[in-house]
């Protein structure tokens, strides 16, 4: 009984050591922290890295951008940071845990997302403010939101949501399931949803255009790696998959 | 209630039990560290704040209700009648215990939504519940449920049939039975799980958030606005996380020493 009794309490502890035992392994670890609107492209540039550097185990992880940084900040071990929104890339530099100078890599504008066959029949920005309509944003705390609050008042209109939601993706899976008539969400969104929603693309989207800048993380065991990867992100072939999935060229 | 003890404990339980109240007061308490006492004031009583914590109170206040009017006659079943399937029905309202929160919310759409089983139906009366406070009462009912239904199932065995049988041979109808004699005894258990079902409503936030979406005023209680706070102002996050810490102990507080009694 009492050597079942220290099996049991020593259990979790062998748990814990196994897994930081797995570090030791032959392979190096690149940890890639990225925008959750970066999700497919930067899968796909995992696969071309993985090729061309075959004893490195990329791992990406992907949220909101805000929470990256905060989990960064609280000691994360990242090596990479990629953002949806240079304000969160300007909380990581205020942090000092910016390797060099952040580098604008793609650029995002905002699309309506409107469920297939567009039942509540949204044709323009302005659509978004009939009565009725079911309307979902994301909060103004938030880039997709932020961004949604200033094409509304630069088109002179106030859009009465029915929901505010904390990413862009919560936004597209309320249009996705008919919960919602209509959206707003980034271009690429709606490319990588393919015939899930319809896009409703408008004039006013053009005076907010997201810039999404990569950096490396100080303090990375793998800095080299970490250039690598950014070298990537930016060379010609990089440039394609971001293309490819709707994303528009860096500004700068 | 009596404080003498018949049979002595083994010294060691108290470590292990010890450790077990750390393990759970600690993070707790640690929260205060984070707070930034000097705006704590009006973090918390701001419009926001002040929106989310009334929304919270009033929308588990009405799920508790419901889990009371639904949960009662559930758990008066569950304990005292016998039929075939009755650990299966069991199971079934046991299930919101066990499953994740978002799962939750994702049944609820499939249901309530505007193109759920029910919805459907609903939106034809123009009745329309998705985004809507009600929604926010539903996720609070489907998780709490449970907690209310266990709790006065575990009181109504424990009481057992005897004082029932007795009031029954003496003329009483069922429905006098059930209000004057077995609902009476189990009254502790019975407030006990009303409590439990109130406090998990205040912290309800998986179901909500995916069914019922997330507007000041309307959907957005406590834990969601927390969880939209928590990156872009970490001082009001924080305190509004020891706001709701405080709800929830006052509330548990408030009934526990009654039960006890």
């Known amino acids: 009984m009492r050597r079942l009794l220290t099996l049991l309490l020593l259990l979790p502890l062998t748990a814990c050591g196994d897994d930081a035992g797995s570090r030791d392994g032959e392979k190096e670890t690149l940890t890639v922290f990225a925008a959750a609107s970066l999700t497919k492209t930067f899968e796909e540039l995992e696969k071309q890295y993985e090729d061309d550097h075959p004893d490195v185990d990329v791992k990406l992880s992907f949220a909101g951008s805000s929470d990256l940084v905060a989990q960064i900040t609280e000691g994360a071990e990242a090596d990479v940071f990629a953002s949806a929104d240079n304000k969160y890339m300007d909380k990581l530099v205020d942090a000092d845990l910016a390797a060099g100078d952040p580098a604008e890599f793609a650029t995002n504008t905002l699309i309506i997302a409107v469920p297939p066959g567009n039942p509540a029949g949204v044709k323009t920005l302005a659509d978004l403010t009939k009565k009725d309509l079911q309307l979902v944003v994301c909060a103004p705390e938030v880039p997709c939101g932020s961004a949604a609050v200033t094409v509304a008042e630069s088109a002179g209109l106030t859009l009465k949501p029915v929901s505010e939601e904390q990413s862009v993706s919560d936004v597209l899976a309320k249009v996705e399931a008919g919960e919602a008539d209509a959206g707003l969400v980034y271009v690429t969104d709606v490319k990588g949803a393919g015939d899930k929603v319809e896009g409703v693309a408008f004039p006013e989207a053009a005076s907010v255009v997201n810039h999404y800048p990569l950096v490396a993380v100080e303090g990375s065991d793998n800095a080299d790696l970490a250039q690598e990867w950014i070298d990537l992100v930016l060379s010609t072939e990089g440039q394609q998959v971001f293309a490819d999935a709707g994303f528009g060229p860096p500004s700068s | ?261």
Request: charged share 10%.
């Open chain 2, 1 to 261: 209630m009596s404080r003498t003890r018949h049979v002595g404990l083994p010294r060691w339980v108290f470590i292990p039990a010890l450790l077990a109240v750390v393990f759970v007061a600690l993070p707790v308490a640690s929260l205060a560290t984070r707070i930034n006492w000097a705006d704590f004031g009006s973090l918390i009583t701001s419009d926001a704040a002040m929106s989310a914590l009334g929304l919270s109170i009033r929308t588990s206040a009405a799920s508790t209700l419901l889990c009371l009017l639904f949960g009662v006659p559930l758990a008066v079943v569950l304990a005292r009648s016998e039929f075939r399937g009755l650990g299966l029905l069991r199971s079934v309202v046991l299930l919101p215990l066990v499953l994740p929160p978002v799962v939750g919310g994702i049944a609820l759409l499939a249901t309530f939504g505007r193109q759920g089983l029910l919805g459907e139906h609903l939106e034809a009366f123009g009745l329309r519940i998705a985004f809507t406070s009600i929604a926010v009462v539903l996720a609070q009912t489907f998780v709490s449920l449970p907690f209310l239904v266990v709790s006065l199932e575990g009181a109504l065995r424990t009481a057992g049939e005897k004082y029932d049988v007795v009031a029954a041979s003496l003329g009483a109808a069922p429905t006098t039975v059930l209000r004057r004699v077995t609902l009476p005894l189990v009254l502790p258990g019975l407030a006990s799980g009303a409590v439990l079902a109130f406090a998990r409503s205040l912290g309800e936030f998986g179901a909500t958030i995916t069914f019922a979406g997330s507007l000041e005023g309307t959907t957005r209680t406590l834990p969601l606005l927390i969880y939209n706070l928590r990156v872009t102002d970490a001082d009001a996050a924080v305190a509004m996380s020891l706001l709701l810490v405080v709800v929830a102990v006052v509330v548990i507080g408030l009934v526990r020493p009654r039960v006890a009694s």
